[in-house]
């Protein structure tokens, strides 16, 4: 079987087209780690303090105590000045430990002013108090009779205690903190796979697959005239298939890798990405109830939104396990994309209506589901998971989780078509 495999690997690769193919893929992954590094260059990797508002607090209740919280608020405010200043001459050790402290503060005053109860809505209260205690920071909460009027707002404490802890896991990892668009040999997949697979990938499948139907026809009339082989010959096929697009995909990854390992090493990743965790371990949307916009900040490599109930749900994990899960989730897709064209190109006797099909199917389904899409009903549509990036990072409506389980489905049900096409349909 292998033997077979490596021979349509073999002249997949020989061919003049598909060599065009790859050397314009790889010129485009090129282009954009050209791009992303020049702008991760003015891109900011600190964050303004979100800041702790007094416009709730009255000296009426009791003067001297509202002038002691007075001081403890110009002194976070010269921290944020300082820190800000640290950020700024890429101090970034004291630029840590600054949004460390000012987090933890900014977290904990929107304990202090929330009307919500705090066993039941502020997760990770417990790790912020052993920060401020571990920080030596004071405790605000001995200011809350101060306080005239509570809120029920409480998106800004998941933001102050995420990055309270994001800030505080560089620290201990003596790890700088990057940018968004931010290219090293830790993250080069990352990147490739959420600004060029999500739209290349399905057209290099397409464009390098839709000819195999009349390059295997005359070698199909003989091998399912065997007996036995023909169940064998489907399945040598899709992997061979499927292993040759992998191979187009994953190789010059693996060579950037090596070719950034020199500049700046692979420390990064250990770096902490915020993923979705609900939506990680089970069918799970974000609660968008009331929203008109979503508003996103850069921590990192994440963008993670501010104004948003998917906030608490967020959390760390190391970059190294966070591209192997996007990895799999390529793999998976690449897996779909496979069968698609395969089955078309067999109830199709045109091989270029095959590939028009397949283009034009994709293309409403992504049509149908932006990757901002809120609607339930696409938790069905495959391209709703068409960057397992942002399903796994929490930058879209559908989780990783639903992602696998529905193009897994969607795979099994190809795969079982492509069988039947063996059986029914004439080469």
């Not at 800030?167 to 060029?196: E, G, M, N």
Request: net charge positive; aromatic share 14%; glycine share 4%.
């Amino acid at each position: 079987m292998w033997t077979y495999v490596l021979f349509n690997i073999k002249s997949n690769l020989k061919r003049k087209e598909n060599l065009i193919l790859i050397v314009l893929f790889i010129i485009c992954e090129i282009a954009l780690l050209f791009i992303l590094n020049t702008r991760s260059f003015t891109e900011s990797p600190y964050q303004t303090s979100l800041g702790i508002s007094i416009a709730s607090v009255s000296q009426k209740n009791d003067p001297k105590l509202y002038q002691e919280f007075m001081d403890e608020v110009n002194l976070i405010r010269q921290t944020i000045d300082k820190g800000e200043q640290d950020g700024k001459e890429k101090n970034w050790k004291s630029y840590c430990e600054y949004k460390v402290k000012v987090s933890v503060l900014e977290a904990q005053w929107y304990m202090v002013t929330s009307s919500m109860p705090n066993d039941s809505y502020f997760e990770h209260a417990d790790v912020l108090e052993e920060l401020r205690k571990e920080y030596g920071l004071p405790d605000l909460s001995q200011y809350e009779k101060l306080i005239v009027q509570k809120s029920n707002d409480i998106n800004l404490y998941f933001c102050s205690m995420q990055q309270a802890r994001y800030f505080d896991y560089l620290l201990k990892h003596d790890l700088t903190p990057i940018t968004y668009s931010y290219v090293d040999a830790s993250s080069v997949s990352l990147q490739i796979a959420r600004y060029i697979l999500p739209v290349v990938l399905p057209l290099l499948v397409g464009l390098l697959l839709f000819q195999q139907r009349e390059r295997r026809a005359k070698t199909e009339k003989t091998i399912l005239t065997i007996s036995g082989v023909k169940k064998k010959y489907v399945r040598w096929n899709l992997i061979s298939d499927v292993l040759f697009v992998l191979l187009v995909v994953f190789l010059p990854i693996l060579v950037y890798m090596i070719v950034l390992v020199p500049f700046k090493g692979v420390s990064n990743l250990i770096y902490p990405v915020l993923y979705y965790k609900p939506g990680f371990t089970g069918f799970h949307y974000w609660d968008t109830q009331g929203l008109d916009h979503i508003e996103l900040v850069a921590s990192g490599l994440t963008n993670m939104s501010v104004n948003q109930f998917t906030t608490p749900g967020m959390e760390l994990m190391p970059l190294w396990q966070c591209t192997l899960f996007v990895a799999f989730g390529l793999v998976l897709s690449t897996i779909f994309y496979v069968l698609l064209i395969t089955v078309l190109s067999k109830l199709m006797k045109n091989k270029y209506l095959s590939l028009l099909v397949f283009l034009v199917v994709l293309g409403l389904c992504s049509l149908a589901s932006p990757l901002g899409n809120m609607q339930k009903i696409n938790t069905f549509n495959p391209m709703s998971y068409r960057d397992f990036g942002m399903n796994l990072l929490g930058t879209s409506y559908f989780g990783y989780f639903a992602g696998i389980v529905i193009i897994g489905l969607y795979s099994v049900i190809l795969y079982l078509v492509l069988k039947w096409c063996a059986k029914k349909v004439r080469v």
